[in-house]
């Protein structure tokens, strides 16, 4: 179920790298103006980035500390934000203040929860996280140009 060894070479990815594939995919979209299943398509690969990054974190923290509580199910959570955009994208469904766009962002919130949770968890083992270090770790997440920079000491510590 779980892969650590992908998922520590994907979590201790230079941020630079993934500071510079997240910019190429913010600016691709930019140039398919007129052509919506493709600045559909770029944004579904945006959102993989951010949930591969997050799915990284999640699986290293894990094999760090395991959580019984989780069910089988969660790490496929972090494919839906993608398959939501890139379904929007195939089907011509609009993805601006729409039910798809209150679907994605109900399911990245969830999957970058977790993934806080999980890093959270494996980071200060014996006391379990509180509520505002797993949103601010998740808002990091989410806010990923600076979060792979800030979250990289943690990262690192977490997966060694």
């Known amino acids: 179920m779980y892969r650590p060894a992908v998922a520590q070479r994907i979590a201790l990815?230079?941020?630079?790298i993934l500071t510079i594939v997240w910019i190429l995919l913010n600016?691709?979209?930019?140039?398919?103006?007129?052509?919506?299943?493709?600045?559909?398509?770029?944004?579904?690969?945006?959102?993989?980035?951010?949930?591969?990054?997050?799915?990284?974190i999640f699986?290293?923290?894990?094999?760090?500390?395991?959580?019984?509580?989780?069910p089988e199910w969660t790490p496929w959570i972090f494919l839906a934000p993608p398959a939501i955009t890139l379904v929007a994208a195939i089907f011509g469904?609009?993805?601006?203040?729409?039910?798809?766009?209150?679907?994605?962002?109900?399911?990245?919130?969830?999957a970058l929860w977790r993934?806080?949770?999980a890093l959270e968890?494996?980071?200060?083992?014996?006391?379990?996280?509180?509520?505002?270090r797993i949103i601010g770790t998740m808002m990091l997440m989410f806010f990923m140009i600076a979060g792979v920079w800030v979250l990289r000491q943690k990262v690192?510590?977490?997966?060694g």
């Open 59 to 70: 699986t290293v923290s894990l094999a760090r500390r395991p959580a019984p509580e989780i």
């Open 27 to 56: 600016l691709v979209p930019l140039a398919a103006l007129g052509m919506p299943l493709f600045q559909g398509i770029f944004t579904a690969l945006f959102a993989g980035l951010m949930c591969g990054w997050s799915w990284a």
């Open 13 to 16: 990815l230079h941020p630079a």
């Open 121 to 132: 968890r494996a980071a200060k083992v014996g006391t379990p996280p509180t509520v505002g």
């Open 93 to 110: 469904l609009p993805t601006r203040n729409s039910p798809v766009a209150l679907l994605f962002f109900a399911t990245l919130f969830f």
């Open 156 to 159: 690192v510590r977490v997966s």
């Open 115 to 117: 993934a806080a949770a």
